[in-house]
């Protein structure tokens, strides 16, 4: 078995020092529900909440991919169907979009420049937002597990996020924020070892297969390298230039208009006991 696997990488390390190497990778995503809805609330009965938690969990569930050479990457959602319309709902059910990170992003990586363009949009705005990739100060471990055929080694880091959460109860709205350390776990594989994976992730030895930052993971379940298909890396050219600085600023002002709109309605429209909490 260990000579098998030994072969396997040698395969791996051929294939990827080609001239032409490229690759595909598939990962599913989950996030843990940020939206409460009428909680204690006269009328609302757990058979809604239950109802608005399976809702949320399967928009949560969605499937990207990343295609890869030695040096850029592009990241997207593999969309086949429509998404459901976010505002729809039964029961007084409603759920809220905030902008950003949808489904015709691409988030297209530049590892050798160090630099990213993520194509995106607030309430069907494009922008085009470029500037320099974090770099994370990981800590590798020694500890590994596979996924699929690939053993992967776990890399994690720490740092201050904020959180804001918006309340909505009588129509009545408030805003709190919140800081607290989290920790973001990643397992990469040496046996494809370019210095990438999906979202905003990299800088580790290896393609990372799984991340998880406790709030939404993301698990590679299929990777094809050098696939007959062509894989062409083209970084996103459409929407209004600014940095992530600037995206974030904008998205947040966008944010505080659509609550002072909220404010402004009575809260049996907007449906009493409504949460929304907001990090990074």
Known sequence: MRALHFLIL??????????????????????????????NQPG??????EELKKRMQKMS????????????SIYKEDVKLDNPNPMAGRGGVMVM???GSGSTDIYYKNIKDQTFSNKTQIMGKPFLVKDKLELYNWELSSETKNIGMYTCY????????????????NGESKETKTKESVTTTA????QIPISNGPKDYQGLPGLILEINDGKSLIVCTEIELNPEKEIKIIEPEKGKIVSK???IKIQKKKNDEMMEKMKSRKGVELGNGIQIKMGD
């Open 44 to 49: 609302i009965t757990d058979k809604m909440q």
């Open 154 to 169: 776990k890399a994690s880091f720490t740092k201050e996020a904020e959180n804001i959460s918006f309340s909505m109860v």
């Open 10 to 39: 040698i395969l791996v390390v051929n294939t990827i020092n080609a001239q032409n190497f490229t690759g595909k990778a598939t990962y599913k995503t989950s996030r843990k529900s940020t939206i409460s809805y009428g909680e």
């Open 61 to 72: 569930q969605k499937t990207f991919i990343l295609e890869f050479d030695k040096t850029t």
């Open 97 to 99: 979009s905030f902008g």
């Open 245 to 247: 600085k600037k995206f």
């Open 187 to 190: 397992w990469y594989t040496t």
